[in-house]
């Protein structure tokens, strides 16, 4: 299985935020307190990335934004819901289709434990 260079660094970082501040909050504080995270760990990564659609060279002007986008492989998406449901994991299939990176990592942070509430994608 494809696994990039930061997938596990990124999930232990995300895990210890989890663990500071438990469910409950929404998910922009989990964003905002991941991405200070990964700063101090020093990861390059981009915020509410554009994901453009192109088909035969039209593009579709439907406005697609990744929660995180680390190195040239990884999309990091945050969730603060009650359960992961599958239009969530379309939507991260879509991202990666879409932006032609091959790993996703999706977070609901609402969870009770983090690790029930994450789910790894390889494209």
């Known amino acids: 299985m494809f696994q990039d260079q930061y997938s596990n660094r990124v999930i232990g970082l995300a895990i210890d935020v989890h663990r500071m501040y438990g469910p409950g909050m929404l998910e922009s504080a989990y964003e905002d307190i991941l991405c200070i995270e990964l700063t101090e760990?020093?990861?390059p990564f981009e915020r509410q990335?554009?994901?453009p659609t192109i088909h035969k060279g039209h593009t579709i002007h439907r406005t697609y934004r990744a929660d995180i986008?680390?190195?040239?492989?990884?999309?990091?998406e945050l969730k603060a819901v009650d359960r992961i449901t599958h239009a969530?994991?379309?939507?991260m299939v879509t991202y990666l289709r879409l932006s032609g990176r091959r790993v996703g990592l999706l977070f609901n942070f609402n969870a009770a434990?983090?690790?029930?509430?994450m789910k790894h994608f390889v494209n």
Do not use: N, P, T, Y
């Not at 969530?88 to 939507?91: N, S």
């Not at 434990?113 to 509430?117: A, E, F, N, S, V």
């Open 113 to 117: 434990r983090l690790k029930d509430g």
């Open 41 to 43: 760990a020093c990861i």
């Open 69 to 76: 986008v680390i190195g040239d492989d990884l999309v990091v």
């Open 49 to 51: 990335v554009f994901i």
């Open 88 to 91: 969530h994991e379309a939507q």
